[in-house]
């Protein structure tokens, strides 16, 4: 389901604002704003009350999807929201468009294979550093080469941005340009810093979507720690530099930079197809091995848990063990 249901009218003519299509061609992700979601006899539904049209009822199939984002003006039942979970449905609570994650829900049967995948590689150092690695060469955009410290990629990073930020300022004939985030003195900033700040939040917003709907931590990052949101943080600088960096330049001279910066840039989320590449990058930074669009590293819902043992590995759980003690 790649639409926005809030007026019955633009379901068959225009398309989502939020980039939320299927990822890797089976993750599919639903968002709503202006509506209350019901239950009633036939499934969960999406309720409207449209000033032309009047109360409208849409089916949601809420059982074919794996994430439900509710935006603004949202609210819903208790009985809606546990069938959305006997589906295994994840319901994320966001700001407008899909940005601005507030918090959200993690189906219980989803499979954990990307959170041990992601915590196997944050509990080793090599590992770490590896992932580490991976990410400043997205950055880049080329390799990096092996043996390279984290030392001397975070210097190569700064010259990088000090070159972008001279670069944008050169051509929008800004100058003395010099990031600074302020959130005491808001108003005192100029328009460019106003519009990256408020940009960068959305962008944190869509890329805690991503990971959630994955099933990873937010708070075990590679090249951040200590917040609970450092991996949200690591995944949104790979795109700062191509998105909301030039954007918040060439809102300079606005007017009302924090919601021009918003609005574009969930405009760019869905021309660039943002977020699906967003579930991507995560599964290939975590295991270089994934092939991109491949159905089988989707995210997967598992119907038991099992039992971990150091020798066996996986074993059955369910079952009583003490006939197995021989």
Known sequence: MNTTLSDPRRLLTQPTVAMLPKVADSLSFLY??????????????????????????????????????????TSATQAAMATCARHNTSVLWTGSGGVRMYSGSHSANLTTEWLECQVRAWADENARLAVAARMYAHRFGTTVPEGTSLHRLRGLEGQRMKTLYHSLAEQHKLRGFRRDYDPHNWSDQNPINQALSAANTALYGTVHSAILALGCSPAL????????????????????????????????????PEREARVRLRNNLRLYRLLPQIVTDIQQLLDPTVEPNNDDNDPEETELVHLWDPDLGAIDAGINHADKLE
Not at 40 to 68: F, K, M, N, Q, Y
Request: hydrophobic share 40%; charged share 15%.
């Open 32 to 73: 709503l704003e202006h509506v209350r979601v019901v239950q009633d006899d036939t499934g969960v539904c999406a309720h409207i009350e449209h000033p032309d049209t009047g109360p409208t009822r849409i089916a949601l199939p809420v059982a074919a999807l794996s994430c439900v984002l509710l935006g603004p003006g």
């Open 221 to 256: 990052g590679f090249i951040h720690s200590g917040k609970q949101h450092s991996f949200v943080y690591d995944i949104a600088d790979l795109y700062k530099a191509t998105h909301t960096i030039p954007l918040a330049f060439a809102l300079n001279n606005s007017t009302n």
